[in-house]
T-cell receptor
Framework: EAQVTQNPRYLITVTGKKLTVTCSQN?????MSWYRQDPGLGLRQIYY???????DKGDVPEGYKVSRKEKRNFPLILESPSPNQTSLYFC??????????????FGPGTRLTVL | SQQGEEDPQALSIQEGENATMNCSYK?????LQWYRQNSGRGLVHLILIRSNEREKHSGRLRVTLDTSKKSSSLLITASRAADTASYFC?????????????FGTGTLLAVQP
């Protein structure tokens, strides 16, 4: 089944404790992205990757890191989480962006709470 | 840099009625997409309309785009209880901005059985 998976789905942690949220897709998509969703703010893009070893900042990259060493994986790293990073996180992937078609396929989400 | 604003923020209708949601955006776009999100779950792509298109249909969905007014509307006809969800518009720009999908704040639709 074609899908985007995220792990963990739920995570409660404490301020300053490094964590990684994994994202994997099995559709051979070149483009992958991370979003956070907060009440009243919709989804905001954190980072995106056009292909292996190519990443770029989205609208809210502060406090996050990403890496793209393999096409299928795009982990999100919080080196020193803070309470304002408590949010619902989504990973998404998309076929190569050619012309103007770029439907994105979303993972199920990771609900992160930082105490 | 929030691009889309949906209106209304929340909408409650009876099963069988039509639901209309509107989206306004600020800058020139390459395309506009609509997504559905069931409570707390991942988003699902519904339909994409290009900047040179004015109307598009997919099943019970009808999307219009007015680039002069920088607005789009999503119409769901003959709504069902299963249509209860949040609906988001999202836009992409040109050049490097095609890499970014910028979402609005969403419309919460409740369809009463």
């Amino acid at each position: 089944e074609a899908q985007v998976t995220q792990n963990p789905r739920y995570l409660i942690t404490v301020t300053g404790k490094k964590l990684t949220v994994t994202c994997s897709q099995n559709m051979n998509h070149e483009y992958m992205s991370w979003y956070r969703q907060d009440p009243g703010l919709g989804l905001r893009q954190i980072y995106y990757s056009m292909n292996v070893e190519v990443t770029d900042k989205g609208d809210v990259p502060e406090g996050y890191k990403v890496s793209r060493k393999e096409k299928r994986n795009f982990p999100l790293i919080l080196e020193s989480p803070s309470p304002n990073q408590t949010s619902l996180y989504f990973c998404a992937s998309s076929p190569p962006i050619r012309g103007d078609y770029n439907e994105q396929f979303f993972g199920p989400g990771t609900r992160l709470t930082v105490l | 840099s929030q691009q889309g604003e949906e209106d209304p923020q929340a909408l409650s209708i009876q099963e069988g009625e039509n639901a209309t949601m509107n989206c306004s955006y600020k800058t020139s776009i390459n395309n506009l997409q609509w997504y559905r999100q069931n409570s707390g779950r991942g988003l699902v792509h519904l339909i994409l309309i290009r900047s040179n298109e004015r109307e598009k249909h997919s099943g019970r969905l009808r999307v219009t785009l007015d680039t002069s007014k920088k607005s789009s509307s999503l119409l769901i006809t003959a709504s069902r209880a299963a249509d209860t969800a949040s609906y988001f518009c999202a836009t992409t720009g040109y050049g490097g901005a095609t890499n970014k999908l910028i979402f609005g704040t969403g419309t919460l639709l409740a369809v009463q059985p």
